[in-house]
């Protein structure tokens, strides 16, 4: 397999934003190519938040992504979980076969309300929460 081609969709999200196909895919094909399933593909969620220099992890580690195609995989859920704005990433985790090395790969997207949502403190989701709340 060769590495993963992502395709985003736009790379900022209201929060809230349910995430559909288009928005967060990842495209693994082979050497030729070609469109494959992998083995093993899961998925976990992490938020940057400010003045912190360990992303927090939001919701469960190692989700199973949507199969949309062959190939062909997306993140669900909701953008800004527990109503984060700020800077996030898509954490990947696949393996070609069960005799393979699972590769991990990130790619970075963006919760933007500057209007209404300056991170403030942690909630028990695992993210933080607006000071508005």
């Known amino acids: 397999m060769s590495s993963p081609t992502p395709t985003y969709g736009p790379m900022w999200f209201k929060p809230g934003h349910i ?3 288009g928005d967060l895919p990842i495209y693994l094909t082979d050497f030729s190519n070609n469109q494959i399933d992998p083995f093993m ?4 969620l992490f ?3 400010p003045g912190n220099p360990n992303p927090v992890q939001v ?16 993140v669900s859920g909701i953008a800004g979980d527990c109503g984060v704005a700020g800077d996030w990433f898509v ?8 005799d393979s090395e699972e590769v991990m790969d990130n790619y ?4 933007v309300d500057s209007t209404q ?17």
């Open 41 to 44: 593909i899961r998925y976990t």
């Open 108 to 111: 970075p997207f963006r919760v």
């Open 47 to 49: 938020y940057n938040q």
């Open 117 to 133: 949502f300056t991170v403030t403190s942690c909630t028990p989701c695992g993210g933080t929460k607006p000071s508005s709340w």
């Open 91 to 98: 954490e990947w985790y696949y393996q070609e076969n069960s």
């Open 19 to 21: 995430f559909r196909r």
């Open 59 to 74: 919701g469960p580690a190692r989700r199973v992504p949507v199969r949309a195609a062959l190939g062909e995989y997306y």
